[in-house]
């Protein structure tokens, strides 16, 4: 359609041009337009054939046209028209590539982000088959060693205690190692249906994920009315890690802020803490796989990566911002939506 409108409007600038003094009208530098339409949004062979068209169509006016009207007030009005239509068709053309170069900007942007969700996808599905393949294999000689320190540790508790010592120790060291391998067990963010659930009742649910001690700590900041329309299961994973990492980095007597808000279609997860806070290298960092300033053992380096996946799946964005000693802010923005929405009113949810 567009190359029979191209070809449709070369024919009606050519009948233009011919009642109007041919090749001598400084407008017929308008073809340059219609070659630039041409090559930027049909085919490369169909823009040659505009191409030809317009050498056609202006040849066939040096061979027969109707002249304009001769004299000096004619040169002076060939002049000016000669000036404007280079300054038209100059206009023209920076306009539409303007416009062009934009969107094709606009498009690698897109593309960028594409792959760039696309890699963490590659990324997060090899690493959950990483953990799941670790802890199979790990599972059963790290049970059959704390049986085997468990007997040990009975048994020489009256004969050696210093054995048995040794063997309460490595049992310890293999709950760790139980502890690391669940902490690399990262549930993938895929696609569910959307629930209705009111703020209240999703305080009570991150309430009962907390260590103890904690929840007398956290601070909520909502209407009690609020009523969400969010994918649960995800976001309760994203605010769980989001709330272990504020209240990691905060003393223990220090409270951290839960806020929940709902603007311009989409409801806003704030976790505000007071604690350590990260300069901004390491804040920019902050999400890449394997990446943490906790001490070795603490973590895993993989909750901030799950929430900035949370966040592509459900088309919402993750902010982070850290001032040293200062506190993080970190916000979760999920896009509102009821579809496929099933409403929990029970008082009391899993976790």
């Known amino acids: 359609t567009v190359f029979a409108l191209l ?3 070369v024919g009606l600038l050519t009948a ?4 109007t003094g041919g090749p001598e009208n400084p ?6 337009v219609h070659v630039a339409l041409g090559v930027a949004v049909v085919r490369r062979r169909w823009a040659w054939v505009i191409v030809a068209l317009v050498g056609v169509c202006y040849a066939l006016l040096f061979w ?11 040169r002076e009005l060939l002049d000016i028209g000669q000036w404007f239509s280079l300054v038209l068709v100059a206009g023209l053309i920076a306009y539409f590539l303007g416009h062009l170069s ?13 792959r760039d969700r696309a890699a963490r996808n590659e990324r997060l599905a090899s690493l959950t088959t990483l953990s799941a393949g670790a802890a199979h294999e790990l599972g059963t000689p790290l049970g059959t060693i704390a049986i085997v320190s468990r007997e040990i540790e009975r ?3 009256d004969i050696d205690p210093q054995i048995a010592d040794d063997a309460l120790l490595i049992r310890r060291e293999v709950d760790r190692c139980r502890t690391i391998l669940d902490r690399m067990r990262v549930d993938s963010p895929a696609p569910e249906a959307i629930t209705t659930i009111q703020a209240t009742l999703l305080l009570t649910t991150l309430q009962g994920m907390l260590r103890e001690g904690e929840a007398d700590r956290l601070r909520p900041l ?3 009315s609020l009523e969400l329309h969010i994918p649960l299961a995800s976001l309760q994973q994203a605010l769980n890690v989001l709330l272990r990492n504020a209240f990691d980095a905060t003393h223990n007597d220090e409270t951290v802020d839960l806020s929940i808000t709902r603007e311009n279609g989409a409801f806003n997860f704030t976790i505000t803490d007071r604690g350590i806070g990260m300069d901004e290298p390491t804040a920019r960092r902050a999400g890449e796989p394997f990446f943490t300033t906790k001490n070795p053992g603490d973590g895993m380096g993989l909750g901030l990566f799950l929430v900035r996946l949370v966040a592509d799946r459900c088309g919402g964005t993750f902010i982070l911002r850290s ?3 200062q506190g993080t802010i970190a916000t979760l923005r999920i896009p509102e939506t009821t579809t496929h929405s099933t409403t929990i009113a029970h008082p009391a949810l899993p976790a």
């Open 102 to 114: 934009a969107a094709l900007r606009q498009r690698e942007l897109e593309l960028a982000g594409v």
């Open 64 to 74: 027969r046209h109707r002249p304009l009207f001769t004299g000096r007030a004619a």
């Open 323 to 325: 001032t040293p000693n």
């Open 27 to 32: 407008f017929a530098a308008l073809y340059l």
């Open 155 to 157: 048994s020489c508790r």
């Open 222 to 224: 909502f209407d009690p």
């Open 16 to 19: 233009l041009l011919y009642f």
């Open 7 to 9: 070809l449709l409007d």
